[in-house]
């Protein structure tokens, strides 16, 4: 059986980035991360930050030093969640939000990684998570 159990994100502060993305997303850090590693868990996936000696970071979109991966998080509220993401010290790249409201907007967190907000048209939000149309 294979089971996705971390997302492991490279970064030079470990407890930094993952402060960072603890107030983005309202979940703790978890217990006993250190300046080597830091998680976050989100059910049995735990978005994980790791201690890298000479870390380069992405430079979004520029393809000498590529993202090599981002993270979307889908928003009821695209205006207030960017208010927010920036005072924790993300930085908009680039905006893909249409004329309805509806689309992306591009960021970088506080070291370069990019991540994204996006609003979907129909999304529907329960207790579950996400309902696509």
């Not at 979940?27 to 930050?49: H, M, Q, T, Y």
């Not at 000498?64 to 920036?86: G, S, T």
């Not at 070291?111 to 696509?132: A, M, Q, S, Y």
Request: hydrophobic share 35%.
């Amino acid at each position: 059986m294979l089971r996705l159990t971390d997302f492991i994100i490279d970064c030079p502060d470990t407890r930094e980035l993952a402060s960072f993305y603890s107030e983005v997303t309202g979940r703790p850090v978890n217990k006993g991360s250190d300046e080597d590693w830091a998680g976050i868990a989100f059910g049995e996936v735990e978005l994980a930050f790791i201690r890298v000696d000479d870390y380069r970071a992405p430079l979004w979109p520029d393809g000498e030093h590529p993202k090599q991966f981002h993270l979307d998080f889908e928003v009821d509220d695209i205006e207030a969640e960017e208010r927010r993401v920036l005072a924790l010290g993300a930085t908009l790249r680039q905006d893909f939000i249409g004329p309805e409201g509806y689309g992306w907007r591009v960021y970088t967190d506080p070291i370069g990684h990019p991540f994204c907000l996006c609003r979907n048209k129909g999304v529907v939000w329960t207790d579950e998570g996400p309902t696509w149309p």
